[in-house]
């Protein structure tokens, strides 16, 4: 094994890029199955429309007169009314051109939104995605500084068999050899006394994902052992990821009944529920840590 010092950096590059990008398709794919459409018209899937919700923050709900309902990005073309609306829009996807009459938002279409400012979740699940990956990579650096938790001083001529021997202990190996001419009163060591910390760094980890999760409106343990809450401290917990899930949900019922006025549908949308022991990437034998939501 080469320890070349740029061989490191793209190692640890890369672990950097694969262990975000792991955190992040998590949350993604979490983030949208949150929301289930109910009685959604035939060839609209609710897997698009919370797609374009997680990426762009709105979608276009309307009636193509050769296609049927559709549901698409859009894009603003006309003027902003009094409240900053768009007045006129145009619905675009791949290979397809809307051949239809100019649509007026709730005219005859409506804009579904991610929330209230057609904010995406994306840039969130981003940030999250990265704080995941920050966590769980110093994890990473602090387990490897167990093994070799010093800095050696040696002549040019030891050096390769230093690095042999940093070698076997990487790989784990019971047993440490080395060549019989090496001159131990040539070679220094100083002792990095590297602190033992990933167990903590384990827990913030999970706090963080709590955090997500709160965000997201998907219940969690977000403090220590439930039941050694009081009963206000559940509350309030409980409160802010109701709270957080509403900003979502709400968005999407006012969508729902602009629809259903305007085209005499009964589309309605209701909040999925997750077990968030399944997602979650620490096990729940943690000293200090629950994530069993039911409890």
Known sequence: MSYDIKS????????????????????????????????????INEKWIEEYLFSYGECLFYKDPNIG????????????NYYNEPTNVTPYAVDYLYEGQQLVNNENCVIIRNNDDSIPTYPTIQLYAYKLMNIDRTIDVNIQNQKTPVII??????????????????????????DKGLDLSQIKVLNLNIPVVFDKLQIQKHAVWNECMTFLGVNN??????????????????????????VMLK???????LINDMF?????????????DENSPIEDDIEGVDIDVNS
């Not at 950096?9 to 459409?37: C, G, H, P, V």
């Not at 309902?69 to 902003?80: I, P, Y």
């Not at 030891?158 to 076997?168: E, Y």
């Not at 005499?264 to 968030?276: M, W």
Request: charged share 25%.
């Open 8 to 43: 490191f950096k793209s190692l640890a590059q890369q672990m950097n890029n694969r262990i975000y990008t792991d955190y992040f398709y998590r949350l993604m794919l979490l983030s949208k199955a949150l929301f289930e459409w109910h009685n959604l018209p035939n060839g």
């Open 69 to 80: 309902f559709m549901v698409t990005k859009m894009a603003e073309t006309g003027k902003l």
């Open 153 to 178: 001083t040696c002549s040019d001529k030891q050096k390769l068999t230093m690095k042999n021997v940093i070698n076997q202990r990487n790989e784990n190996e019971i047993a440490i050899y080395s």
């Open 221 to 246: 343990a977000n403090q220590d052992k439930r039941e050694r809450l009081v009963v206000n401290e559940v509350s309030a917990n409980d409160e802010q990821v109701k709270a957080s899930g509403d």
């Open 251 to 257: 968005a999407r019922e006012h969508a729902c009944k």
């Open 264 to 276: 005499g549908t009964n589309i309605y949308v209701t909040r999925r529920t997750l077990n968030i």
